[in-house]
């Protein structure tokens, strides 16, 4: 875990004076079509090289690739995959330098693609990336945290993810992180977007971000509903399960439209579009008087008082609540669609699934929009440090659970946290005990499934919550996690970032203590030295744990 300081990264643990990370900004123009399933695309990445580095190569991210015949995800779970695509192809690109484009064969291994350049980029400049791609998207069957699937009134639900040519991150630790998607999850580097989707006229779109175009792609009743529900508290319908078949819910027939989203600030998009949507909103209310909007997209089987009619509701109590105790949420809407790939999550927009209902609606809900926080505003490399996104966002979905309409879903105990319903001190001790555990810092695609929920998730989460209730006390916590929240907002912060350097900042300065490092029954630090700081985190703990 140990990593150099100095002006870039401070000992601290937080951003250095001279802290610097590149941006790419992306315009991307792309067609669905849901009879062939597929995705056809162009996209303009405007790259800014922040580094005091010249870069003679880039590289992109091409995830796709995943679902190829022989790929390096498929062979890490010992054998094909449940079925194939061609992956995403590359069909040109060139990339701007001097005011020309020049076009770059790239050198495709796996899901990365390294752009060889004609002319270095210097430190400070910038370069447009100009591609056009396609790709067939995976059926639900095999797509994993993307897909599609056919409702039960006969729609094809799309949960477009992983969709365009993503920028691989150039940070001052590694220069380029270009380790291969295995089907974890994502390190990115933060822009602007701008994405133009053409699909069919009866499809309704829900996307990252704002949409641009509404009087071009929603009727004026979908309009004046949605006017209304920014202004309000409680549910408000825009498309009724019932009017899901009525042409009159579309303000062109036949053909296609074309929905203009943009999001600031972000580090990825998605999206997800059906014929087959009921659709509904309501405001959310942030901190300093703003408001966002949260909206829940889902199929005619999915609606009920009880099922998807709440979801809005918790999605909206759970933004509210992590912006009051946390970190203010950022952008214009917070989107949950009921269809494949459930229990995905992208910035402002998750996926859950068509069935869930009840207290596990409302857990999967919270946690996923949850993932806002860590890792979409604090842009954790997921790729290697998965507990720090899972361990961080179901430690603070413990207490959404407490919160939300005086507990009615409290405690939060399922796959994720105290599985089998009880203590949760209790249920962690096998995991303690057993030898053949990983440790939490274990990289991601090294935590077997076995372990991925006892480690990743409840391991980790837990040991914040005995950090916070047990040894530090909330008065001394929150305000540091609220600090290291702010700071590394919209950065890339790493382990090392929020653990304390000395035993004199334990508890009382700008970071975080976590030390469930190995074992728990281990009194020394990450460097095997002794550290007073641990000690105490390790009476503690077994206090805790005795309670």
Same mark, same amino acid.
């Given at each position: ?234 549910? $408000?319908?825009?498309? &009724?399960? *019932?009017?899901? =078949?009525?042409? +009159?819910? @579309?303000?062109?027939?036949? !053909? ?12 990825? $998009?998605?999206?997800? &579009?059906? *014929?087959?949507? =009921?659709?509904? +909103?309501? @405001?959310?209310?942030?901190? !300093? ?259």
């Amino acid at each position: 875990m140990g990593q150099p300081t100095g002006r870039v990264r401070s000992a601290t643990g937080l951003p250095g004076p001279d802290y610097w990370q590149n941006r790419a900004d992306y315009q991307i123009r792309a067609t669905l079509d849901p009879t062939a399933k597929t995705i056809t695309g162009n996209v303009d990445i405007h790259y800014a090289n922040g580094s005091p580095d010249v870069l003679d190569v880039l590289w992109l991210q091409l995830d796709q690739n995943l679902y190829r015949t022989g790929s390096r995800g498929a062979n890490s779970r010992g054998g094909a995959m449940a079925g194939n695509t061609g992956g995403m192809t590359l069909d040109t690109v060139s990339v701007e330098s001097g005011g020309r484009f020049s076009t770059v064969t790239p050198l495709i291994s796996d899901t990365r693609a390294q752009l060889r350049l004609a002319a270095p980029l210097a430190a400070g400049a910038k370069a447009v990336i100009r591609i056009q791609y396609h790709y067939t998207v995976p059926s639900e069957s095999f797509g994993g945290r993307t897909g599609w699937l056919t409702s039960k009134n006969g729609g094809d639900i799309f949960s477009i993810a992983q969709w365009y040519p993503r920028m691989a991150v150039y940070d001052d630790l590694r220069g380029w992180d270009t380790a291969p998607y295995l089907a974890q999850e994502f390190y990115l580097e933060y822009g602007d977007f701008d994405y133009w989707l053409t699909l069919p006229s009866d499809m309704l779109v829900a996307g990252s971000g704002e949409l641009q175009n509404p009087a071009e792609v929603l009727t004026p009743t979908q309009i004046a509903r949605l006017a209304m529900a920014r202004t309000s508290d409680a549910t $408000v319908i825009i498309r &009724a399960p *019932r009017e899901i =078949a009525n042409p +009159a819910t @579309r303000p062109k027939q036949g !053909g296609t439209l074309t929905w203009h989203y943009r999001m600031e600030n972000t580090r990825d $998009v998605a999206f997800s &579009a059906s *014929r087959a949507f =009921a659709w509904d +909103a309501a @405001r959310i209310n942030l901190p !300093g008087g703003k408001s966002s909007l949260a909206m829940s997209f889902y199929p005619a089987e999915s609606q009920g008082k009880d099922r998807w009619g709440r979801s809005t509701e918790y999605l909206k109590d759970s933004v509210e609540r992590f912006s009051a105790k946390w970190f203010a949420y950022p952008w214009p809407a917070a989107v949950n669609v009921a269809g494949p790939a459930s229990g995905m999550e992208y910035p402002g927009i998750v996926f859950d699934g068509i069935d869930d209902k009840g207290k596990e609606l409302f857990w999967i809900t919270a946690h996923e929009i949850g993932h806002s926080w860590f890792p979409m505003i604090v842009g954790f490399d997921e790729r290697r440090h998965a507990w720090m996104d899972e361990g961080f966002n179901t430690f603070i979905d413990t207490y959404q659970s407490d919160a939300f309409n005086r507990g009615e879903y409290a405690p939060k105990r399922d796959s994720e946290y105290a599985p089998g319903g009880g203590n949760p001190v209790d249920e962690i001790l096998p995991v303690l005990a057993d030898p053949d555990a990983p440790a939490i810092l274990s990289r991601s695609d090294t935590v077997i499934e076995k372990w991925r929920h006892p480690v990743t998730y409840f391991k980790s989460a837990l040991g914040l919550v005995l950090l916070r209730e047990q040894i530090l006390g909330p008065d001394r916590f929150d305000p540091a996690f609220r600090k290291f929240v702010a700071a590394w907002a919209f950065k890339h912060p790493k382990p090392a970032e929020f653990f304390p350097r000395d035993g004199e900042r334990c508890g009382r300065g700008p970071v975080v203590v976590v030390a469930w490092l190995v074992r728990v029954q281990l009194a020394d630090g990450p460097s095997g030295g002794g550290d007073s700081c641990f000690e105490g985190w390790h009476a503690a703990g077994h206090r805790g744990i005795a309670r």
